[in-house]
């Protein structure tokens, strides 16, 4: 879906060092979301953006930081103090309050070692 | 808070046979109950999804029933084919957040 980009695909960073994963959506959607996905798991709310210049945590969002100065952009800040920073992480858009789907970025794996 | 339950973990079924995905939710505000499938290395995608003024809908092979009172809402797939072994994954929204919360998900396969 070209509709939202996230890069790189693949991350490799060193304990202790902030990464920033980048997502980039030309659907004009209001709201975009951060999901974390570990094996064998679904996904968890990291944070989400309902419009520029406001956003919520969601159920994990310690470790993390987001912005949101333009429509098209919400890139999330992994930081050192994220204990399990290691994960495959996707960014999804959706129009705002109208109970739209989801639609997801390719994700980012991120490998912190 | 929101939470949303997803059973079964792991479901195997016969190719041709029927399969069934069970989801509850905690919240009674949650109002829009959308389906993903995720194939390996791949993202999630939307398959169908239910409002609460809809007790069941269908495409294709695929239904979503709801049960507003119950909380629950499940996932039909009839005549399955090979294709459709992948992750599944429930999940509920807020329209007053739009906050979107995911099941654990369920892992599909088809045996020949």
């Known amino acids: 879906d070209g509709g939202i980009t996230q890069s790189p695909k693949y991350l490799f960073r060193k304990e202790g060092q902030n990464v920033t994963l980048s997502c980039e959506q030309n659907?004009?959607?209001?709201?975009m979301y951060w999901y974390r996905q570990d094996p064998g798991q679904g996904l968890r709310l990291i944070y989400y953006s309902q419009i520029v210049n406001d956003f919520q945590k969601g159920d994990i969002a310690e470790g993390y930081s987001v912005s949101r100065e333009k429509k098209e952009s919400f890139p999330l800040t992994v930081t050192s103090a994220q204990k399990n920073p290691t994960a495959f992480y996707l960014c999804?858009?959706?129009?705002?309050?109208?109970?739209?789907?989801?639609?997801f970025g390719n994700g980012t794996r991120l490998t912190v070692t | 808070g929101e939470n949303v339950e997803q059973h079964p973990s792991t479901l195997s079924v016969q190719e041709g046979d029927s399969a069934v995905i069970k989801c509850t939710y905690s919240d009674s505000a949650s109002n829009y109950f959308p389906w993903y499938k995720q194939e390996l290395g791949k993202r999630p995608q939307l398959i169908i999804d239910i409002r609460s003024n809809v007790g069941e809908k269908k495409d294709q092979r695929i239904a979503v029933t709801l049960n507003k009172t119950a909380k629950h809402f499940s996932l039909h797939i009839t005549e399955t084919q090979p294709e459709d072994s992948a992750v599944y994954f429930c999940?509920?929204?807020?329209?007053?957040?739009?906050?979107?919360?995911f099941g654990s998900g369920t892992r599909l396969s088809i045996r020949p």
């Open positions: 659907l004009n959607h209001d709201a």
């Open positions: 999804a858009s959706s129009d705002r309050g109208n109970n739209s789907p989801l639609h």
């Open positions: 999940a509920a929204s807020y329209s007053s957040a739009s906050k979107i919360i």
